[in-house]
């Protein structure tokens, strides 16, 4: 299911088969995220969401969902405590050519799953979509929780985007990655949607689960 781990000919066989190839673009952002969860935590929410649906989907008759290589930088205003951000023009561009390059080898179906959100970022993300229709017609899937239907059962900071390094996105990092929490760390850190240090994994899986729901349904709509 990882696009990069397959061979020319497998490839292939995949495009030629009767299930139609849906490629996955995760992408997150390197940024701090309070001082107890990792800096690539975005990243490390959309590569989970995305191996989650490609696992809801494996045996699905129509759809092959394949994982492209993560896009772990993202823009960021932040450029302290380990920040790395790239710029507005830069991110389009990489989205752009990596979607354009798939739809010139029949593979025209590309969802975006970003877990920074950012109001720099998102708009990015939405001009890129426009940009690659203006181009070559073709239609980029993009999850934005935010505006999607199932937003409803996730928690409310988290469609207000308020859910950085907050309770919520803690919870998603525990049932994911656990090791990567300092939880000696987790009572200073800042309040944010609910305090971190009442962040659970079994809370976060339930938070996976609506995100990739809402995922698989995106899927669906591009096939
Ligand atoms: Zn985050």
Redesign the pocket.
């Known amino acids: 299911m990882r696009f990069a781990e397959l061979s020319s000919p497998q490839l292939a066989a995949l495009r030629r088969g009767p299930r139609v190839p849906v490629s996955l673009l995760p992408i997150?952002?390197v940024?701090p995220?309070g001082p107890h969860?990792p800096l690539g935590?975005?990243q490390l929410?959309s590569q989970s969401m995305c191996e989650r649906a490609a696992a809801r989907l494996a045996t699905d008759e129509h759809v092959r969902v394949l994982i492209l290589p993560p896009l772990g930088y993202g823009v960021t205003r932040c450029a302290t405590d380990g920040a790395v951000g790239i710029g507005q023009e830069t991110l389009h561009s990489l989205i752009v050519d990596v979607c354009t390059a798939l739809g010139e080898q029949g593979l025209p179906r590309v969802v975006l799953v970003d877990?920074?959100?950012a109001p720099e970022q998102l708009a990015t993300l939405r001009r890129a979509v426009h940009t690659v229709a203006l181009r070559s017609g073709q239609h980029i899937g993009h999850l934005d929780p935010a505006r999607h239907p199932v937003a409803r059962r996730l928690p409310e900071r988290f469609r207000g985007g308020q859910?950085?390094?907050g309770r919520c996105?803690t919870s998603l990092v525990l049932a994911e990655r656990p090791e990567l929490v300092d939880t000696a760390r987790l009572r200073d850190a800042p309040d944010r949607d609910g305090s971190p240090a009442e962040a659970t994994g079994a809370e976060g899986e339930s938070t996976f689960d609506t995100l990739t729901t809402m995922l698989v349904e995106v899927i669906r709509e591009l096939v």
Do not use: F, L
């Open positions: 997150g952002a940024r995220h969860a935590t975005d929410v877990n920074h959100s859910c950085h390094a996105e």
